[in-house]
C-alpha cells in the first residue's frame, strides 16, 4: 500500500529557505500513471495548491507561488522535495505530499489519490 | 485570475440532504475540469471522496455522489450522517498542469 511521508524543519527563519521532502514507499515514483504534488493549509485556512512533478522532472507550479518554488525528483531514493525561498510568516502552514493520478489506460484523471499526514511548518513574524 | 468558489457553509439535518456547488468565477466548469472533491476532519489530512466528476473513491459511501449541475460542479450528500460533519473542498484542473482548490465548505449535520 503506498504511503508518503513529509519531512523536513519545522520552524524555519524569515527569509530563509524551507526545504521539505516526501518519502514515497508502496510503490515506485517512476510510474507513468502519476505526478507528484504539494498542496499546503495556513492555520484556519483551506488548500492551497503548491505544485506538481512527474518521474522524469518536468514541474508546474502555482503561478501565484512560482517565483519561489522549486519541486524536484529524486527516482534513485523514490522520493520528491519542494523548496520555497525567502519565507514570511505567511507561508506558515501544514504542507501536504500527495500522489495526483493524471492519466491510465487511455483516461485522464487529474485527481490526489494519496495523502501524507502533513507537516507542519512555522515561520515566526 | 480565475478563482473557485465553494459556498463558505452549509447545515443540514440528519438524515437530509445537501448540495454544494463549486464555481468558476470565469466560465462554466465541465468534465474537462475532472472536478474532485475531498473530504476534511479538524488535524486530518484531507481524504479523496469523488474524482472525474462523478465517481467515488474506494470505500467512499454511496450516500455521497458528484454531478456538473449547470455551470458548476456539486457534491450532494443523501441522508447526512453526524459523521458527515467536515469541510469539503472542490479541486479543479485548469490545464497547463495546474490544479485549483475552492475555498471550501464547512457543513454541520444538526
Known amino acids: 500500500q503506498l504511503q508518503l511521508e513529509e519531512s523536513g524543519p519545522g520552524l524555519v527563519k524569515p527569509s530563509e529557505t524551507l526545504s521539505l521532502t516526501c518519502i514515497v514507499s508502496g510503490d515506485a515514483i517512476s510510474s507513468s500513471s502519476y505526478y507528484w504534488d504539494w498542496v499546503r493549509q495556513a492555520p484556519g485556512k483551506g488548500l492551497e495548491w503548491i505544485g506538481t512533478v512527474y518521474y522524469s522532472g518536468t514541474t508546474h507550479y502555482n503561478p501565484s507561488l512560482k517565483t519561489r518554488v522549486t519541486i524536484s525528483v529524486d527516482t534513485s531514493q523514490n522520493q520528491f522535495s519542494l523548496k520555497l525561498r525567502s519565507v514570511t510568516a505567511a507561508d506558515t502552514a501544514v504542507y501536504y505530499c500527495?500522489?495526483?493520478?493524471?492519466?491510465?489506460?487511455?483516461?485522464?484523471?487529474?485527481?490526489?489519490?494519496?495523502w501524507g499526514k502533513g507537516t507542519t511548518v512555522t515561520v515566526p513574524s | 485570475q480565475t478563482v473557485v468558489t465553494q459556498e463558505p457553509s452549509f447545515s443540514v439535518s440528519p438524515g437530509g440532504t445537501v448540495t454544494l456547488t463549486c464555481a468558476l468565477t470565469s466560465g462554466s466548469v465541465s468534465t474537462t475540469h475532472y472536478p474532485s472533491w475531498y473530504q476534511q476532519t479538524p488535524g486530518q489530512a484531507p481524504r479523496t471522496l469523488i474524482f472525474?466528476?462523478?465517481t467515488r473513491s474506494s470505500g467512499v459511501p454511496d450516500r455521497f455522489s458528484g454531478s456538473i449541475l449547470g455551470n458548476k460542479a456539486a457534491l450532494t450528500i443523501t441522508g447526512a450522517q453526524t459523521d458527515d460533519e467536515s469541510i469539503y473542498y472542490c479541486m479543479l484542473y485548469m490545464g497547463g498542469g495546474i490544479s485549483v482548490f475552492g475555498g471550501g465548505t464547512k457543513v454541520t449535520v444538526l
Open positions: 500527495a500522489r495526483l493520478r493524471w492519466y491510465s489506460y487511455g483516461i485522464y484523471y487529474y485527481y490526489m489519490d494519496v
Open positions: 472525474s466528476t462523478s
